[in-house]
């Protein structure tokens, strides 16, 4: 799946052959047979709107068990349809560059797209169908600028082969060659544990992804939540915690009703090459928000999916702070935790913080924490 230019029909290609495994494409191989007339001639006779929907009870006819299927570029705007096709396999977004993609366009000589209308610019088009990609995918590719079909191509087979694998976490204090499969650790179980049982820290089990030069410069210009989507996506399998839920969490995380900067974690220049990270934007102005605003979100997901757990069920996480901390904790859990049966306790020594930080965590108000300030003896 990927806008018109983005290369799918070639990269489907390389993939069926490498995989050995048929290819469909759904252009070239249903729409044109099904209907006897090139594309361009039934988008004309029917208009945006309808052929839309011509095509998307098209794709709702294709039935095909182990083959890679190219999509049209139009395919994700029918929203029956891509639940219908994600039903049958995983749906992998090739998220090309922009400019690449109208530059490849401009060389194909097609200046109009589907649901394009008179006067409307080719970019708001193309802006707009980024908007439908991002809701129907389960694995992300994130092409480079001018990045061949090959080389994405081979990215595709490795996100399949870790998506295969679900490669689970270990500790740090594990030897990782030496955990077995069956005795990593799943996502939703770090997330309940938090430190490993040997006190040490959960990381994948296999290789930390990387990111490539050309990877990285697509980030740059994206928001702090397109930014810090696309690094999660790397690090957590979609089987575990899906993109699009993934997408939703980060949003009520970071936005700026509760941050009070546009762009979250803005970055300052000082001189020459020094730069400031401002994190004091938040909503209790620690570090911590950073971490805390999603982490309670992450944490009620995974509880729902336990398998232990009751409706009954009623969790109390316990923290001891000397400052920071606390606040971050309290706030994060009132905002994203209410009512889900996860409770917060939060200690910090009555003379061994600020005023401030005393007076942010005893005026916290939430039906699902509580602050207690001990005196050390």
């Given amino acids: 799946m990927g806008s018109p230019g983005s290369g799918k029909s070639t990269v489907a290609r390389i993939l069926a052959k490498k995989l050995n495994k ?41 039935k095909a068990e182990n083959s890679i299927i190219s999509l049209t570029g139009s395919n994700p705007l029918h929203d029956e349809a891509m639940r219908y096709i994600a039903n049958t396999g995983y749906v992998i977004f090739l998220d090309y560059p922009a400019k690449g993609i109208l530059q490849r366009l401009h060389k194909m000589k097609i200046d109009r797209i589907v649901g394009q209308e008179i006067g409307t610019p080719l970019t708001d088009i193309l802006e707009h169908r980024q908007m439908t990609y991002e809701q129907a995918y ?24 870790v998506l295969e694998e679900d490669q689970g976490y270990v500790s740090t204090r594990q030897d990782k060659d030496s955990v077995s499969v069956q005795e990593r650790t799943s996502l939703g179980e770090i997330l309940l544990q938090g430190l490993a049982p040997d006190g040490g820290l959960y990381v994948p089990a296999l290789q930390i992804p990387c990111l490539s030069k050309g ?36 949003e009520r995380a970071y936005n700026n009703e509760t941050f009070s900067h546009e762009k979250i974690f803005p970055v300052r220049h000082l001189k020459d090459n020094h730069f400031l990270l401002e994190l004091f934007h938040g909503p209790t102005a620690s570090f911590k928000d950073a971490a805390l605003q999603l982490m309670p979100q992450m944490f009620v997901d995974a509880l729902r999916h336990n398998e232990f757990k009751t409706d009954s069920s009623r969790y109390i996480i316990l ?6 901390t606390g606040s971050a904790v309290l706030d994060g859990f009132r905002r994203h935790a209410e009512g889900s049966g996860v409770g917060v306790i939060v200690l910090f020594p009555e003379h061994g913080i600020s005023e401030v930080q005393r007076l942010q965590m005893t005026a916290m108000s939430g039906g699902n924490v509580q602050v207690l300030g001990e005196t050390m003896v």
């Fill in 215 to 250: 990877e990285w410069s697509r980030l740059v210009n994206m928001s702090y939540r397109d930014r810090a989507l696309r690094i999660m996506e790397r690090l957590i399998n979609p089987c575990d915690l899906h993109p699009s839920k993934l997408r939703l969490f980060l």
């Fill in 138 to 161: 389960d694995i992300r590719i994130l092409c480079e600028e001018n990045e061949s079909p090959e080389s994405v191509s081979e990215k595709v087979i490795e996100a399949l082969a």
């Fill in 22 to 62: 048929p290819s469909i494409d759904i252009d070239n191989d249903i729409l044109e047979p099904m209907w006897g007339v090139k594309i361009s001639e039934k988008l004309k006779e029917k208009g945006s709107k309808h052929f839309i929907e011509e095509e998307g009870k098209a794709l709702m006819t294709v």
């Fill in 319 to 324: 923290v001891a702070t000397s400052g920071d």
